[in-house]
């Protein structure tokens, strides 16, 4: 099992980039847009 880093940037289908906070710092699981 790999820890995951503070923030992961992930890409939607479309190619925009989402930024992926890790629950301890996210209100829940949020997904935030990364325009």
């Not at 820890?3 to 992961?8: I, N, Y």
Request: aromatic share 6%.
């Amino acid at each position: 099992v790999r820890e995951l880093p503070r923030w992961t940037v992930l890409a939607d289908p479309e190619g925009n980039e989402f930024c992926l906070l890790p629950r301890s710092e996210a209100h829940g699981d949020s997904l935030l847009p990364g325009h």
